[in-house]
Structures are given as C-alpha cells and as structure tokens.
C-alpha cells in the first residue's frame, strides 16, 4: 500500500524557516515524479515545488531562491526546505507523487497534508 506522511508543519514568524518532511512507502520511491503543494484557505490548490525521476527541480515562481526541494532515496524521503517565510506562505501543504505525470496530477498518491502559518 502506498503511503506519503508529512512531517508537522508549524507556525513562525516573517522571514523564518521551515523544513518538511514527507515519508513515502509502498513503491520504488526513486522513480516517481515528487512534488509539494499547497492551498490557503479560499484558493485553489497550487504547485510550489517538483522533482522528477532524474533530479530535476522546478519551482513556482512565488517561492524562486525561498524553497528548495530535496529527496534523500535512502530514506524515502521527500523535503521542503522554506526560507524568507512570508505570510502569503501560509496554507496547508501537501506532498504528492506520480509514477506518469510530472508534475503530479490528481490521480497521483497525496500525503494528508501539515498546515504551515506564517505570521507577520
């Protein structure tokens, strides 16, 4: 059975730093297309941060030079380091992965999400 469990987000201020984790079993990990995303309240669901099966990242615009996405294969596990926090950083925030479509698409296997507050 595949599963993907995000790390506790948290609360911080302005310009802080966040790291999350998202644990993923079930499946060959290192070939899936990876990705976190996110959604505040009253918004849609969008894309932040992508990594696929060969390591290439790609990010939003909104989190460029903030953001970095990392795996570590051995551990199976996906990470979102966020830095220079902003209050518009806040919302709940999902990781997903995709063995077909890169970035994940709705059909990919979602974590249950970890809620990120950033307070100015």
């Known amino acids: 059975q595949v599963q993907l469990v995000e790390s506790r987000g948290g609360s911080v201020q302005a310009g802080g730093s966040l790291r999350l984790a998202c644990v993923v079993s079930?499946?060959?990990?290192?070939?899936?297309?990876m990705g976190w995303f996110r959604q505040a309240p009253d918004k849609e669901r969008e894309g932040v941060a992508v990594?696929?099966?060969?390591?290439?990242?790609s990010y939003a615009d909104s989190v460029k030079g903030r953001f970095t996405i990392f795996q570590d294969n051995l551990k199976n596990t996906l990470y979102l380091q966020m830095n220079s926090l902003k209050p518009e950083d806040t919302a709940m925030y999902y990781c997903?992965?995709?063995?077909?479509?890169?970035?994940?698409?709705?059909?990919?296997?979602w974590g249950r999400g970890t809620q990120v507050t950033v307070s100015s």
């Open positions: 990594i696929d099966s060969d390591g290439i990242r």
């Open positions: 079930g499946y060959t990990y290192s070939s899936y297309c």
């Open positions: 997903a992965a995709d063995r077909f479509r890169c970035p994940p698409g709705p059909a990919a296997y």
